[in-house]
């Protein structure tokens, strides 16, 4: 049973649109919880972390629900650089968990 | 600059040959970590360590080795017991273990 789960996409938006993305984690111990972005053939990069609260960060929205065990990415208004794979992280016992990732295009 | 470097970006392997690749970083973190990636797959851990001649087996060590004498350094040893090494090498470092790790911009590693 993998640690994290994510549904693969892709996603083809149209540019403008709203789109959001859903994580589920397997283990409700996990402890922090982020959202990476990786461009093709290029290194993760820190995208947000995602606190109980949920937290907003321009155009970019996360949530986490301990409850359902599951963490959100909402994207509004995207752009054509938002392309990308974003990767959902859970982490436990000190390991960091990565999802496979999800394909977003945004077509102009 | 602060950062992660990783060399080389590209490395071919013959069958039967070790190989090393360098990990940097000069950001004081105490953690870093290696990760493979394939296409398709979420990343895997090999090896981690939390601080200076301590590291630990990730997921997936077997067929791989690592150091860590300096805390900015990290090599990770691919050994000709890894029958299938073709990927995308990740070095992270953070702070501290679970800690947002920070990566490096990889190094493929092909067979020839």
């Known amino acids: 049973r993998k640690e994290v789960e994510q549904d693969p996409g892709p996603f083809n938006v149209p540019e403008g649109a709203t789109v959001a993305f859903n994580c589920t984690y397997s283990n409700s111990a996990s402890q922090s919880f982020f959202w990476y972005r990786q461009d093709c053939r290029k290194e993760p990069k820190l995208l947000m972390s995602?606190?109980?609260s949920g937290n907003e960060d321009g155009r970019f929205t996360a949530q986490l629900n301990r409850a359902s065990q599951y963490i959100s990415l909402l994207i509004r208004d995207s752009k054509l650089s938002d392309s990308a794979t974003y990767l959902c992280v859970v982490t436990l016992r000190n390991q960091f968990y990565f999802g496979t990732g999800t394909s977003l295009t945004v077509i102009p | 600059d602060g950062g992660i470097t990783q060399s080389p970006k590209y490395l071919f392997r013959k069958e039967g040959q070790n190989v090393t690749l360098s990990c940097e970083q000069n950001l004081n973190h105490d953690a870093m970590y290696w990760y493979r990636q394939d296409p398709g797959q979420g990343l895997r851990l090999i090896y981690y360590s939390q601080i200076v001649n301590d590291f630990q087996k990730g997921d997936i060590a077997e067929g791989y080795s690592v150091s860590r004498e300096k805390k900015e350094s990290f090599p990770l040893t691919v050994t000709s017991a890894q029958k299938n090494p073709t990927a995308f090498y990740l070095c992270?470092?953070?702070?501290?273990?679970?800690?947002?790790?920070?990566f490096g911009p990889g190094t493929r590693l092909l067979v020839l």
């Open positions: 992270a470092s953070s702070p501290r273990l679970e800690g947002t790790q920070y």
């Open positions: 995602v606190y109980s």
